[in-house]
């Protein structure tokens, strides 16, 4: 369900509700009990959708290419587009970025592999 924010213009506050539709009315000022709120437009609601996101892709030339091609660049792009943003962790930016400089890391990644299991199980057995 989409999130819908509007500001109440008597008192200012900005109210945030899950509505089924526009359609539906909005809820009456929890301040100050107007009922004549203003839709406005978040940040949330231009978010684009996980689709927008694919189609921007797919209209890029030059990333599309670059992804047949199995340039690490592209993949490391595209990985960032997906993502939609989101802060990636500290090891996953490493990798990123030594994609973007176009390397392929897959030894350094299996090598954490290795190690993230080696310690999990070594970790579990200690105690
Ligand atoms: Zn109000």
Do not use: H
């Not at 004549?36 to 890029?60: A, G, H, M, N, P």
């Not at 587009?81 to 990798?95: A, D, L, N, V």
Request: proline share 8%; hydrophobic share 25%; with cysteine.
């Amino acid at each position: 369900m989409p999130i819908y924010e509007y500001r109440c213009d008597s008192c200012r506050r900005v109210v945030s509700s899950y509505r089924q539709s526009l359609s539906v009315p909005p809820p009456p000022c929890p301040r100050c009990g107007n009922s004549e709120l203003k839709r406005i437009f978040s940040t949330f609601s231009l978010q684009k959708t996980y689709r927008d996101v694919y189609e921007d892709i797919l209209s890029d030339r030059e990333l599309t290419q670059g992804m047949m091609r199995d340039d690490p660049r592209a993949i490391a792009e595209w990985n960032n587009r997906m993502s939609g943003g989101e802060k990636p962790t500290p090891e996953y930016e490493e990798i990123t970025g030594r994609m973007e400089e176009g390397e392929w890391p897959t030894t350094q990644i299996e090598e954490k592999r290795k190690q993230f299991s080696g310690q999990g199980e070594s970790k579990f057995n200690i105690d």
